[in-house]
């Protein structure tokens, strides 16, 4: 039993092809998870509630962060719908923890406009106060724009990922998930195995979750196949580990958590992509709120700079052509990180046949600055489309039809050339030197016949 756990914990260096798999099926997986909500564990002390915490947590970066949250005395606009993209929380989980959040005094709501819209108000100062409390501060005013008080304040923060709470089936499975694929990220990096020994007080102090909370949260993972757990050891210990391979086929789309449908769109030669996890952007009050765009592309709007195909052509300049272990070639935008453009293979694995076409459409909106979410949020937006029938190709048949133009002058410049390099091959062989001579020699004559003022001498 103890030789078992010593090869759960030990090095990953006596096998570092699983090692390299490891690190490129991260690498692979980040860029699907989209942005990350900051989660302060600190709040789930303050209102009991991890749900609320959550809560707590986005009206904070909201507040901090809103353009126009000084022109509106803080308030900011935010649907039920928007809530649940952003966090996760259904709405009757939304309603519990802003209910926390009023007997604290922490969140301020009211109805505006025709029709009346739920805006939120966060009360920085009572939120300061308590927080103050709590850590032993003396309290006082604080100002919400210098980040290191307010970091201070807050405690450390962790990474939430709301893809993971659908998978998981809660915002409790997305949070355990999310803190241990972070934990997994940390261990590959240090040639550790992936297995993670936790105890349920250890994840208790890391993501405020109670024991119960925890056993239902990895029981909903272990159901959906991507989340797996063995006992080792005397006294019995528990280690858990995430199957990358059935949460890569997850955030791929393939709902069935096959890991044997997907390749992962590796050669040896490629190397392991970096990770970027840099946010992007910034809302108003006014906006959708929200990480990733809930509607769809616009697919029939026209845009008059590509009203010719030759308009085109600069989209073709800047792609690259990838190969696909399987299904031949795709052209990918070269704007897209190395990370991304495997992960775009992996997003259009559902809708093969129009996969060029969708990347078509996603380049030339990328060309004209008409992404302004991540590429692959854009390009899962256009895979959702074409899945539902939907897809209606628009500026990415531009960049077709330029594309096909560029190949045809380009077998007509290889067909050139090979003719050029036929007759020079030729020009190189006796016969053509023999006639060649044959012809100067014909022409000297005619020349010193026309001299002398005689006619040249006919050749029998």
């Known amino acids: 039993m103890r030789d078992r756990e010593a090869r759960i914990v030990t090095s990953a260096d006596d096998d570092p092809w699983q090692s390299a798999q490891q690190e490129r099926a991260l690498a692979t997986l980040w860029p699907l998870l989209g942005r990350h909500i900051a989660f302060h ?24 962060h809103g353009r126009d949250i000084a022109q509106t005395g803080g308030w900011f606009l935010k649907t039920t719908e928007q ?52 850590i032993g501060r003396v309290s006082g005013p604080l100002d919400w724009a210098d980040g290191a008080a307010v970091a201070e304040l807050l405690g450390p923060s962790l990474a939430y990922h709301r893809r993971l709470a659908g998978i998981g089936g809660g915002v409790h499975a997305g949070l355990l998930l999310s803190r241990a694929l972070h934990l997994t990220r940390l261990r590959v990096r240090r040639q550790l195995r992936e297995w993670i020994g936790n105890s349920a007080d250890v994840w208790t102090e890391q993501i405020g979750l109670t024991h ?3 056993e239902i949260a990895r029981r909903n993972l272990a159901d959906a ?30 709902e069935s958590g096959d890991a044997n ?10 190397g392991v992509a970096t990770i970027n996890t840099r946010q992007k952007g910034e809302t108003s009050m006014r906006d959708s709120h929200i990480h990733v765009s809930t509607k769809m592309p616009i697919q029939f709007r026209q845009y008059r700079p590509y009203s010719f195909d030759k308009t085109a052509n600069l989209h073709i300049q800047g792609s690259t052509r990838r190969s696909q272990r399987r299904g031949g070639d795709l052209i990918l935008p070269e704007s897209l990180l190395p990370e991304e453009r495997a992960a775009a293979l992996l997003l259009l694995k559902p809708c093969a046949q129009q996969a060029q076409a969708l990347l078509d459409e996603l380049s030339a909106r990328m060309q ?85 003022g005689r006619p040249p001498e006919k050749r029998s």
């Open 261 to 270: 449908r997907i390749v992962l769109p590796y050669s040896p030669e490629c």
């Open 83 to 134: 809530w649940q993209m952003e966090t996760g929380l259904s709405a009757r989980e939304q309603s519990a923890a802003r209910e926390v959040l009023r007997e604290l005094a922490i969140l301020n709501e009211q109805r505006v406009g025709i029709p009346a819209r739920l805006h939120f108000r966060l009360c920085v100062d009572q939120l300061g106060a308590l927080l103050s409390d709590h």
């Open 225 to 254: 196949g991507v989340w797996e757990e063995t006992r080792v050891g005397t006294p019995r210990r528990l280690f858990a580990r995430i199957r990358l391979d059935c949460l890569l086929a997850r955030l791929a789309g393939d």
């Open 368 to 452: 004209a600055k008409a992404v302004h979410t991540s590429p692959l949020a854009y390009l899962r937006g256009l895979v959702r489309r074409a899945l539902a029938g939907e897809f209606v190709p628009e500026l990415g048949q531009r960049v077709a039809a330029a594309r096909r133009r560029q190949a045809e002058e380009l077998i007509l410049r290889q067909q050139r050339e090979a003719e050029e390099q036929r007759l020079a091959a030729e020009c190189t062989t006796p016969e053509h030197q023999a006639r060649l001579a044959s012809r100067r020699a014909e022409m000297r004559q005619i020349a010193d016949a026309m001299q002398a």
């Open 212 to 214: 119960y909370e925890q």
């Open 41 to 64: 564990r600190r709040l789930v002390d303050l209102t009991a509630n991890v749900k609320a915490a959550l809560l707590l947590s986005q009206s904070i970066y909201w507040t901090r």
